[in-house]
């Protein structure tokens, strides 16, 4: 069962185009949301895990050195003296392929 018309004639390429640009031109977040569903290329996902990590390690190297003394030697004061001795600069140092024979 075919859709009925909005008009007496069949619209052209270009009306049914002007109708979807108008619709867009009317809601813009619609538009947004395409353009967001697209992931970010592997190498720039790589860069910005990287820098996050590094943040949320520098986040944790401050918990540590704000500890109060009771808790200096308690298990928690181990897993952050732990997550704070990672070398995670390495990782800034890889650079991951482009891929497709564009490494």
Do not use: F
Request: no cysteine; hydrophobic share 40%.
């Amino acid at each position: 069962m075919s859709r009925p018309r909005l008009g007496t004639r069949p619209m052209t390429a270009a009306e049914r185009q002007a109708r979807r640009r108008a619709r867009l031109r009317q809601n813009p977040q619609s538009r947004t949301a395409l353009a967001m569903s697209r992931p970010r290329p592997r190498p720039q996902r790589w860069v910005a895990a990287v820098a996050t990590l590094l943040a949320v390690q520098d986040e944790y190297r401050a918990w540590r050195d704000n500890l109060p003394e009771n808790l200096g030697a308690s298990r928690l004061a181990e897993k952050l003296e732990a997550i704070a001795e990672l070398d995670l600069e390495e990782l800034l140092a890889i650079a991951p392929p482009r891929g497709y024979g564009r490494d």
